[in-house]
Every structure is written in structure tokens, then in C-alpha cells.
């Protein structure tokens, strides 16, 4: 039998994916999920022992969460992107390492295959894909939901044929949770005008009272939540949505402009992703300066779309890391947020970096490093150019 390995999940999708490429196609099925922070220890035995009841080859679990952090998650809080300033590429940026994984895997076990569950309307297959071609180019694709063009409804009837038993009330929505946010797709979301209900949300609302956060930097990084010093940056992420998540902070709806052309729509949960995001750019807003942050912005913004479409072994990526993290050298300090329903807010910073140091001045009420004079003299010269080109063009008008 062929052997081909099949990136899953234990969603709807990739459990058909299984049993059509075991049952159906005759492939000998090895299934990896790729762990990304975005699972509980029960809820990997329970897929583990679900997949094994398909009749497959084998299961793994590959965990790369740590990996995850250092070679993506950092460079997205370093770039504080968010794309289309509200997305924090909770799946897209998950996949690019997940496919990476996945092709590793291919070449240890010596399979000829590679499977995934991407359908042919959005942007994993291209992610997946792009991925694959680069590290694993003479290795089969074999994508069922895509080439078929099956329905959530007629995957879900082809398992019960088949007597395979999961929850298909909860598999009527898209879910992919990982340490970065948890995306959620379903039939409101293939809509211009429609929101998730409640009962969609991965996280509950159970807390009601404001409650004061404090977030510790170190050079770019999340060091300390609340007074506790965390020595990896994953297990401070992991306590910020642990905190956040039962406010319902970080709930929205992202509309963009998808790979292939099309306009899509994702709900998505992301408490900390999107705290930690702006408690950086706040504390950036204070530590660097006016041309680091300009260029960063600029940086960041290709960075994230690069990303995003599936180019992240483009070698312009590694160039566009090393600039961000030269950024990051005195992004140190607290940051004090306040935690409210369904929303956050930024109060303030401390750090021994910050340039609006008082013995500087204070904007708008005095200054301590240069005299009224200078300032005349400064700004005659400042808008010189402009003023000459008047003089000289607009002179008849006068």
C-alpha cells in the first residue's frame, strides 16, 4: 500500500479525509496533528482515540508549540500585525509551521504522499501547498475536500454512512484553535451580514468585574503576567487568555481579501494575541523613535501579508525578522491594562527606556533642551523649501 501522511486535525474534514483515503483510495494512512498550543491534554486523547477507530496506519501527535513561538509568534508581537488592522493571523501564521512539520515528517517515514483537509475556496490549500512544493517537491498532494468539492453536509452524511460517531452539531463550524487565537467558520460567516451566536465562541463570558493586568517586557518579549516571571514567552501567552479569554475580549470578525482573489470572512477568538499586540505597541510608542517606528510599520505590514499568503520561506522573511528584532533592544517595561466585558483598555506604561523622560521637557507646557530662539530658527529653516516654492509659483496671485 501507498503510504501518505495526513495532517489532521479531528475535525470533520480531516476525519473524512481519513476514511475516503483509507477506504476509498486504498492509501495506507499515517495521521500527524500538528500541535500548536491549541489543545488540552483530554482533548488529545479523545482525537487519538478517535482516529485510531478510523482503521488507519497510525497516529502521532507532534508538539511545536515552543517552535511556533520562536519562529513566528515573536516576530508577529515584534511587528505588531494584524492584518487589516484586526486579524492576528491566528491560523494562517499556524499553518505555514504546521505545514513545515508535516513535510519533515513525510521524508522520516519515506511516504510519497502528503494529505490535507483545505478546501478549494480559501487560503490553506495555498499555504499548505506552497509549503510543500518548496521542501518536499517530488511528493504527491492529495487534497479530497478540494477536488471533490464536498459540502460540510455531504461529509457529514458520508461519515454516518460509514457509522463514525463525533459531534456533527459542533462540526457544522469551522474550528482551529491554537496558542495564537481560535478561528471559528460557519454558515454566518459566508455572509456579508451576519455575526456567530453566542453558543459559537470557543470561550463563554463568565466574568463581569474589571479587572486590573499587569504585562512585563524584556526586549520585545512577554516576561511576567501579574507579578509572575514566566521563563517562556508561551506559558505568559497561555496565562493572558486564560485571564482575558472569560471576558470575551479579543471576539471579532475579520473581512479580507483571500489568496486566491475572493473576499472571505472568520470569526475569531483572540483574548491575548490582541492584548499582548497592543501592550507592545504602546510600550513601542514610548521606547522608540519616530523613524524606527515609521520604518517598522512599513516592515511589519509586508511582513504580515507575506505571511499570510504563504511566503514565509521566501528568504526576504529571515531579512525582515533580523530588522524586527534589532527593533526590540529597549522595548522593556510594564504595561498596565484594564480588563472589561468584551473589551480592554491600555492605561500606561513604566520602563527605564522611555523617552518621554521629563528631564527632557513636558509636551505642551516647557522645554529643557533648547531655547526659544532655537525653535525660530528651526522652523524658518524646516519649511524653507515649501515656502520658496510658493513665493516662486503662486506670486501672481498675490
Known sequence: MKKVVLAYSGGLDTTFCALHLSKDLGYEVHAVLINTGGFSPDELKDIEIRANG????????????KTYYQEVIKFLIF???????????????????????????VKK????????????????????????QT??????????????KLSREEEIDYLKKHGVSMNFEKA??????????????????????????????PTQVSKTATEEMTIVFEKGETKAVNGIIYDN?????QKIQEIAAP?????????????????????????????????????????????????????????????????????????????????????????????????????????????????????GEMNKGYTAEDVKGFTRILGNQTAIFHQVNHHEEN
Open 79 to 105: 511587528g505588531n500585525v494584524l492584518k487589516n488592522q484586526t486579524y492576528p493571523l491566528s491560523v494562517s501564521a499556524e499553518r505555514i509551521l504546521q505545514a513545515k512539520t508535516l513535510a519533515e515528517y
Open 247 to 363: 471576558f470575551g475580549i479579543g471576539r471579532d470578525i475579520h473581512v479580507g481579501d483571500t489568496i486566491i482573489g475572493i473576499k472571505g470572512r472568520v470569526g475569531f477568538e483572540a483574548a491575548a494575541p490582541l492584548i499582548i499586540i497592543k501592550a507592545h505597541q504602546l510600550l513601542e510608542k514610548h521606547c522608540l523613535t519616530k523613524w524606527q517606528t515609521f520604518w517598522k510599520n512599513q516592515i511589519s505590514e509586508f511582513y504580515g501579508n507575506h505571511l499570510h499568503e504563504g511566503h514565509y520561506l521566501d528568504p526576504v522573511m529571515r531579512d525582515l525578522e533580523a530588522f524586527l528584532e534589532s527593533t526590540q533592544e529597549f522595548v522593556s517595561g510594564k504595561v498596565k491594562v484594564l480588563l472589561h466585558p468584551y473589551r480592554f483598555q491600555m492605561v500606561g506604561i513604566e520602563s527605564s527606556h522611555d523617552l518621554m523622560a521629563s528631564k527632557f521637557g513636558s509636551y
Open 172 to 201: 457544522a463550524y469551522s474550528i482551529n484553535k491554537g496558542i495564537w487565537g481560535t478561528s471559528v467558520g460557519g454558515k454566518e460567516t459566508l455572509t456579508s451580514n451576519q455575526t456567530l451566536p453566542e453558543a459559537a465562541w
Open 135 to 148: 521542501i518536499i517537491p517530488d511528493i504527491e498532494i492529495i487534497t479530497p475536500i478540494r477536488d471533490l
Open 54 to 65: 478510523l482503521g488507519i496506519a497510525s497516529f502521532v501527535i507532534l508538539d511545536v508549540t
Open 233 to 237: 514567552p508561551v506559558e505568559a501567552i
Open 109 to 132: 517515514i519515506g511516504a510519497k504522499s502528503v494529505a490535507h483537509g483545505s478546501t478549494g475556496a480559501g487560503n490553506d490549500q495555498v499555504r499548505f501547498d506552497m509549503i510543500f
